[in-house]
């Protein structure tokens, strides 16, 4: 970490807010190389065209007008093509900086130097470790398995679509650490102006907070939102592992921070839906995340349960009595801990699984078949 205690601002964000202001009064030393013709990556969340569900165009207008001041090369990314429809709702951003899907940019393989989880190499953009400046500009969400999204999880979406499966697969938290490695982002500037908050991603609502944070640290931004949406960051694992690493501080004493933090502070909301008539859960043996992730496929799956089916959800090792009492065309079986389970009924591995395996569960059970062909390589299915 060294001497320096990583710098973290709170603004309201409205009229007469400019990040750039606040880029140039607290965060020169992090620009002070920029030139002309380096390249600044923003890497943005822009999965779903949604109004209010990415990242705000205005907070990323004046981001890239401040670094185009510099001379520099502007690029926002993101891995979806989406990310072109939604841009072109603000064609002044498209004076400032260049548009592109990670899904058209060359890939190098690398290993990542002291990877836990993903320690195999992997195909990354060459953008993010090549670029001269990285900044991660998420948008605040909660998370039904790994409690917050914010500007580490936002690194997820740099990764081309056939790999973001094998990061749930090895563990999503330790793989959002490893991530944060490739190419530490120099700064974050994220938007809490418009949350998502609840049972996301599988469901979640958008909440107004209004409120920017700027940092100089990845981990330092991320402990700052949790402390300020009402989290507890050491519930949060990955901000552990960061901690641990060395990539980040570990409380809020190791932080200059900035801003009006005690009257910026909202209690995010949580999603945890009472237990659902016709299923049962058995995770008591299942990690934390898991748990988290099976309490909130209940929701999901309420809505279009079909009434006269019984339906077991089951995490962990210790599942065995449970299954017993169930048809495998009942039964999910969640996570990598219930692999040796996984013929016993609908097996979704990862740990937690991703949000599209629960959705593809959720087809077979509404309708006793896949109805979307796309959901049928997302699961293991019982056998006939």
């Known amino acids: 970490m060294g001497e320096r205690r990583p710098k973290v601002t709170l603004d309201r964000f409205g009229p007469g807010y400019d990040v750039g202001e606040r880029l140039a009064a607290d965060f020169s030393a992090s620009v002070a190389t920029l030139g002309v013709g380096d390249v600044v ?23 890239a007008r401040f670094f185009r001041g510099f001379g520099a090369e502007v690029v926002v990314v ?5 990310i072109d429809e939604v841009c072109a709702r603000h064609p002044e951003l498209l004076r400032y900086a260049t548009i592109r899907s990670l899904e058209h940019v060359p890939i190098q393989t690398l290993a990542i130097e002291g990877a836990t989880s993903l320690r195999l190499e992997i195909g990354i953009p060459t953008i ?17 398995g790994i409690l917050m999204s914010n500007a580490m999880k936002n690194l997820v979406g740099i990764l081309p679509g056939y790999t973001t499966r094998h990061v749930h697969n090895v563990g999503l938290s330790e793989a959002i650490v490893d991530l ?7 700064l974050v500037i994220a938007d809490l102006i418009t949350t998502i908050e609840g049972n996301y991603p599988i469901s979640g609502t958008v909440h107004q907070r209004g409120i920017v944070l700027v940092a100089d640290n990845v981990v330092a931004a991320d402990l700052v939102a949790a402390e300020l949406s009402g989290f507890d960051p050491r519930e949060i694992e990955y901000l552990q592992i960061a901690a641990n690493a060395g990539l980040g501080p570990n409380s809020m004493s190791e932080i200059e921070l900035l801003g009006d933090f005690e009257g910026l502070r909202f209690e ?22 898991c748990q988290r992730y099976c309490r909130s496929i209940q929701e999901l799956l309420s809505v279009d349960l079909r ?7 089951a995490a962990g090792p210790a599942i065995e ?8 065309e009942h039964t999910l079986i969640i996570g990598n801990c219930a692999y040796p389970h996984r013929r016993r009924g609908i097996y979704l591995e990862g740990c937690p699984p991703r949000a599209l395996q629960a959705r593809a569960a959720a087809d077979f059970l509404a309708h006793g078949e896949l109805t979307v062909p796309r959901h049928r390589s997302q699961c293991r299915w019982p056998e006939s």
């Open 41 to 63: 990556a923003i890497k943005v969340n822009m999965f779903v065209t949604t109004p209010d569900y990415h990242t705000n165009l205005e907070l990323l207008t004046q981001t």
């Open 78 to 82: 993101e891995r979806l093509e989406v």
């Open 128 to 144: 993010i470790p090549d670029c001269d400046l990285f900044v991660s500009a998420p948008q605040f969400r909660t998370h039904a």
């Open 180 to 186: 944060n490695r490739i190419h530490p982002p120099e």
């Open 268 to 289: 995010c909301v949580r999603d945890v839906p009472p237990p659902t008539q016709g299923i049962e859960l058995a995770v008591d043996s299942a990690c934390v995340e």
């Open 307 to 313: 009434p006269e089916v019984r339906l077991l959800i």
């Open 321 to 328: 009595s449970a299954l017993q009492a169930y048809r495998p």
